[in-house]
């Protein structure tokens, strides 16, 4: 069973910048997809971005699409998400979930909560001035 820890959340001000981290450990990712989702309170939980492991393409909500990166490191094994421009909506809870599968779904796939068997345990974003 794969197992992820996210780090890097924090407050920060409108138009400001985080990066968050996922360290993935306990199994061999070559064929997951790495997936950044977020909780509002209140909101169900809705995907952010997602990248495969071994290709590396990636995909966006349009709702971040040009603000957000998403990008793996293979040696230390970590998916992060460069956040820039932040806006007061993407306060939220982040975290960071692997699909087992990802290699053999499409696109669609990767942006349901469903497709993704494992979770870390989410760390907190907050915009506010």
């Known amino acids: 069973q794969v197992q992820l820890v996210e780090s890097g959340g924090g407050l920060v001000q409108p138009g400001g910048s985080l990066r968050l981290s996922c360290v993935v450990s306990?199994?061999?990712?070559?064929?997951?997809?790495i997936g950044w989702f977020r909780q509002a309170p209140g909101k169900e939980r809705e995907f952010v971005s997602s990248i495969l492991w071994s290709g590396g393409e990636s995909d966006y909500a349009d709702s971040v699409r040009g603000r957000f990166t998403i990008s793996r490191d293979n040696a230390e094994n970590t998916v992060s998400l460069r956040m820039h421009s932040l806006k007061v909506e993407d306060a939220a809870v982040y975290y960071c979930a692997a699909d087992k599968r990802g290699y053999f779904r499409n696109e669609a796939a990767a942006r349901r909560v469903s497709s993704y068997d494992s979770w870390g345990q989410g760390t907190q974003v907050t915009v506010s001035s």
């Open positions: 306990g199994a061999t990712v070559e064929y997951y997809t």
